[in-house]
Nanobody, 111 residues
Framework: QVQLVESGGGLVQAGGSLRLSCAAS????????MDWYRQAPGRQREWVAR???????NYADSVKGRFTISRDNAKNTVYLQMNSLKPEDTAVYYC?????WGQGTQVTVSS
């Protein structure tokens, strides 16, 4: 079992930046890809970005060019750098690996 803990959320003005972190512990050897998802109030959880063990990244169209996912294998941590934030990016952001989910971190973007 893998445990995931997100951090780095907060309140930011439109156009600003935040960096989210996801620290993994437990059976980390089983981790291949790690993903970020988000869920806005009243909406379904949606996939945001993925990075696999080779470092290959993929992004949802809504964040492509603004968000960057990266990983530090030495720290067992995945990051999501979010730039040019928009009010529609407001959501709880979750880290996901295998069958494990983090508790989420709130990101609020004011207009």
């Amino acid at each position: 079992q893998v445990q995931l803990v997100e951090s780095g959320g907060g309140l930011v003005q439109a156009g600003g930046s935040l960096r989210l972190s996801c620290a993994a512990s437990g059976s980390i050897f089983s981790i291949n890809a790690m993903d970020w998802y988000r869920q806005a109030p009243g909406r379904q959880r949606e996939w945001v970005a993925r990075i696999n063990s080779a470092g290959t990244t993929n992004y949802a169209d809504s964040v492509k060019g603004r968000f960057t996912i990266s990983r530090d294998n030495a720290k067992n941590t995945v990051y999501l750098q979010m730039n040019s934030l928009k009010p529609e990016d407001t959501a709880v952001y979750y880290c996901h690996a295998g069958i494990s989910w983090g508790q989420g971190t709130q990101v609020t973007v004011s207009s």
